[in-house]
């Protein structure tokens, strides 16, 4: 059994009762009269030291030592490429950019697409960040068509592909140009990616592509105590927040633009890894999303009808373009899923939804039949 605790910041955590115990017991007292009076043959020292970092950091308990002020000098090194794509970002943006031009390093340039934006974009661009390269689309690109657009007018030697809802801690570029230094073979760096909403927990640790379900970022969900720090090489980058090294991206090439949503990030990660290049994590580089929102409100929702396609034609290009010794497991997986989710919705009388798995797979058949 196990308790749902709300914390400070907008996150829940999941609590056993030893656990619900030790924080009902530390209200109003100090670490001292903690760790002498707490009885419970559960903990011992250490684990009860470890058990009050990670109910701290949850923030359902507060740490009353001062922490400084992270102070950062000033780093200079090859030009970086923000390639930010928007579409509906008129409440994002301003805060996005802010965080790129607050950053400990330089230099800098700040490329925007504008994806066919519903707000008057170019205008308030010009009045507030004029120096920002706007580039505007009278007609909807698909995500990965809109991020090579932004790198084919890039000039630095690294490009960071990030969503227009994200928020950059000040060192996160310059902690992804550090990892960089580890291995010329690397070809994408990702940050630590959390919410916006509950700033001490994983929206993830790049992502990866599974057998079964659908394509996972790592760590999603988890609190950040430090589990992930010492990790290295991962599957894949997510393009929410992930920088690339010109040079090994002109090798493996550009993103797939027959992606329209999902999986091209994937795509371009596995496909680099099948080349000999490699996909690692910047630690301490941290950058916050959105995800859909300030905080969640209520229950997760089905995806949108249009967005359920193009996941399920995504994982299906996937597999088909990519795999070939596994496709076989990967196909017949996502077809029993599928075939699953298909009776569920029309049961439910959710007949759009349905169609949206049979209009993936015609034309994923029409794409790879071609």
Known sequence: DCSILQTSDGGKVALDQNLVNLWR?????????????FNDPSFNRNTLRSALACLAEAGLLKRSYHVPIKRLKPIKGEMVSVIITTHKGEEWIPDCIDSIKKQNYSPIEIIVIDNVSNWPIRAWMKAHHPDVHLISKKQSLSLAAAENCGISKAKGKYFLLINDDTLLAVDAISEMIYAFKRDP?????????????????????????????????????????????LWGEIPSACTAAAMFSRANWKQIGNMDERFPIYYDDSEWSYRARLMGFKIHVAPKSVIYHAFGGR??????????????????????????????????????????EDFTNIIK???????????????AWRKISAHFHA
């Open 295 to 336: 905080k969640p409100s209520g229950a997760p929702e089905d995806l949108p009808v249009r967005k359920l396609e193009c996941a399920v034609y995504g994982r299906l290009r996937f597999s088909l373009k990519l795999l070939k010794t596994y496709r076989r497991r990967f196909l017949f997986n996502y077809l029993g």
């Open 345 to 359: 919705y029309l049961v439910k009388g959710k007949f759009l939804y349905a169609r949206a798995y049979v209009s």
């Open 25 to 37: 017991f530390s209200d109003n007292k100090d670490l001292d009269q903690i760790l002498n009076t």
């Open 185 to 229: 073979l690397i070809a994408a760096v990702v940050p630590k990616l959390k919410f916006y909403w509950a700033r001490n927990f994983f929206n993830g640790v790049g992502n990866r592509v599974d057998s079964h379900s659908w394509g996972t970022d790592n760590a999603f969900g988890h609190l950040d105590i430090g589990q992930y720090d």
